[in-house]
C-alpha cells in the first residue's frame, strides 16, 4: 500500500475532525479517529501510533505540502483550527499532484469510448480543461454551465462517501422558510442535481418519509459512525425521478398526463430540447405543437412553463391550468398602473 495513499487518508481524516466544532479533539480521539478510518477504507487493523499523528499534525501545520494549517491547541489538551472556515481541501494544488491528475486525466480519455463512461464524457472534458488551465495557465477552451457563488459544492464528495458507506449524518440545516438552523438525524440515500443545484434525497431519524435537503442550506453534517443506519424500503432509487421535472415530490405524488400548446415560433425548440424524456408530440400545424408529458405537479414544472411566458398555454389537467392562470394573473398586477 502506498505511504503517500495512507498519508493523505490521515491527513483528510485529521481535517474532518478539526472541522467538526461541535466537539473537542484530544490526541487520542485523533488517534482513534484515524486508526477507525484505516481499518475502513484500508482494512488496516493495527491502527495508528500517537507519534505518527503527531507528525501528521506538525506536517499539516507547515508549508512542506501547502497547507499551513492553522491548528491552535487549548487547555494544553484539545486541538481545532483557528479559522472555523480553514480546511486543507481548499489548499492549492501542488505540482506533484497536478503531474497524476494529468495521468489520471489520460486514462479516462482512453476509457471514453467504453459504454460505461458514456456519461461521463463532459465530466472528463471539464477536468481535462481545468487541468491545462492549471499547467499551462491558459484560458478556457470549453465552458460549462457553473456558478461560482453556489454554496455546498464542497459537501458532495463527503455526503456522496456517506451514502456508499452508509454513515447516519448528525446535520444542521436551515430552510428558506426556517427562521433558525435545526439539528437532526439523518439517513442519506441519494444526491440529486437539478440545474446546476444540489439536493440530498434523505430520511430524518423521527420521521417515516423521505425528505430533499438543498446542499446550499446544509450549515454543517458529521458522520455518526456508531449510529444505526436505517435503509428505506419500497423505493427504487434509480426510478425515483423519473415522473418528474425537479426535485419536488413525495412517496404519494404520481405522474400526471399534462398537455402544453406552444406556438409556432417555440415549437420548434420545445421539440429539439424536450421537457422530460415522456414528451410525445400529439399535433403539430402552422399554429405551433401540442406536446404530452407525464410529470408530477410540482413547484419546477410551474416554473417551467410559466418560463414560457406567453409562448405557451396549458390544456390539461385542469388544476395546472387554472394555478398557471392565477399565476399570470397576480404577475401582470405587479405592473398596473395604480
Known amino acids: 500500500m502506498s505511504t503517500n495513499k495512507l498519508a493523505l487518508l490521515r491527513y483528510k481524516t485529521i481535517d474532518d475532525c478539526l472541522k467538526n466544532r461541535f466537539r473537542k479533539w484530544s490526541l487520542e480521539d485523533l488517534i482513534e479517529k484515524v486508526s477507525n478510518a484505516l481499518y475502513e477504507y484500508e482494512g488496516i487493523t493495527t491502527g495508528v501510533s500517537r507519534r505518527t499523528v503527531q507528525a501528521d499534525l506538525q506536517i499539516m501545520r507547515s508549508d512542506r505540502l501547502g497547507y499551513n494549517a492553522p491548528i491552535t491547541v487549548t487547555d494544553r489538551k484539545f486541538y481545532s483550527y483557528e479559522d472555523p472556515a480553514y480546511s486543507i481541501t481548499k489548499s492549492p494544488v ?160 404520481r405522474g400526471q398526463k399534462v398537455l402544453l400548446h406552444f406556438d409556432k415560433v417555440h415549437a420548434p425548440y420545445v421539440l429539439t430540447k424536450p421537457l422530460h424524456h415522456s414528451q410525445q408530440l400529439i399535433n403539430e400545424n402552422e399554429n405551433g405543437a401540442i406536446v404530452r408529458i407525464d410529470v408530477v405537479l410540482n413547484f419546477e414544472l410551474e416554473k417551467e412553463i410559466l418560463g414560457f411566458g406567453e409562448c405557451v398555454k396549458v390544456l390539461s389537467p385542469r388544476n395546472l391550468k387554472s394555478r398557471i392562470q392565477k399565476r399570470l394573473q397576480d404577475a401582470a398586477k405587479q405592473y398596473q398602473v395604480e
Open 94 to 253: 501542488n505540482s506533484a499532484d497536478m503531474d497524476k491528475m494529468r495521468e489520471i486525466v489520460s486514462v479516462l480519455k482512453q476509457l471514453n469510448g467504453f459504454n460505461y463512461f458514456d456519461e461521463m464524457s463532459d465530466l472528463i472534458a471539464k477536468l481535462e480543461n481545468n487541468v491545462n488551465k492549471t499547467v499551462h495557465k491558459s484560458k478556457n477552451y470549453i465552458q460549462f454551465d457553473d456558478n461560482k457563488n453556489l454554496k455546498g459544492i464542497e459537501h458532495i464528495n463527503p455526503l456522496y462517501q456517506a451514502i456508499l458507506n452508509k454513515t447516519p449524518l448528525l446535520i444542521e440545516y436551515q430552510s428558506f422558510r426556517a427562521t433558525k438552523p435545526s439539528k437532526e438525524i439523518y439517513y442519506p440515500y441519494l444526491l440529486k442535481e437539478h440545474r446546476n443545484r444540489w439536493f440530498l434525497v434523505t430520511k430524518c431519524k423521527t420521521s417515516t418519509h423521505l425528505i430533499t435537503l438543498a446542499l446550499d442550506r446544509i450549515i454543517e453534517f458529521h458522520a455518526l459512525g456508531k449510529e444505526l443506519f436505517v435503509e428505506y424500503t419500497g423505493i427504487d432509487f434509480d426510478r425515483y425521478f423519473n415522473d418528474l421535472i425537479g426535485v419536488t415530490k413525495s412517496q404519494r405524488d
